[in-house]
Structures are given as C-alpha cells and as structure tokens.
C-alpha cells in the first residue's frame, strides 16, 4: 500500500517536522498530477493522527491514512520520493 524512501523522510524531518502526537497525512485531494484515480491525488499535511487511521511508521515519523480515504490507495502501491526538495508520488 505505501513505500516512503529515505530521501522521502529526510524531506519530510526537515520541511515538515511534526510534533510529538502529530503525523504526516497522505490525504486525497481533487486534481494534481500524479492522478491515482482519475481526477484526485495524494497530497501532505501535519496534523493530529485520528484513531481511526491507517498509521504507518517510518524510523519514528508516523505516516498515516485517514479511514475516508483509503478507498483510494486501493489495488495499488503508493511510492513517496522526493527529488530536487520536492515530493514525488508514484503508483507501482
């Protein structure tokens, strides 16, 4: 379902820098570019993580999935990068 690479968290320390009880939601948003499903794509925020949340944890930082939105991580693998200081999204 998910994959973040080191580069990925190293961005995500320095330019996201959650809190402790925080994590960083990978939310669905209508358009963008990496489109997963037609017309929607995955985009970040900081925030509190809700309980009933898909939670991931990558050397300390929680990555997590609100339960509304999982229908769209469905029958695929989604691969958090970053490149040149900025996130990239791609679908295996």
Known sequence: MLEVTDRALDWMKEELDPEEGQGV???????G????KQGFSPALTVERIPSDSKVFDYDGIQVFI???DLWYFEDTELVIDSED????FESR
């Not at 200081?85 to 990239?88: C, G, I, M, S």
Request: avoid cysteine.
């Open 85 to 88: 200081d900025e996130v990239t």
């Open 25 to 31: 939601n990978i939310y669905v948003r209508y358009g």
């Open 33 to 36: 570019e990496t489109q997963l």
């Open 66 to 68: 609100k339960e509304s």
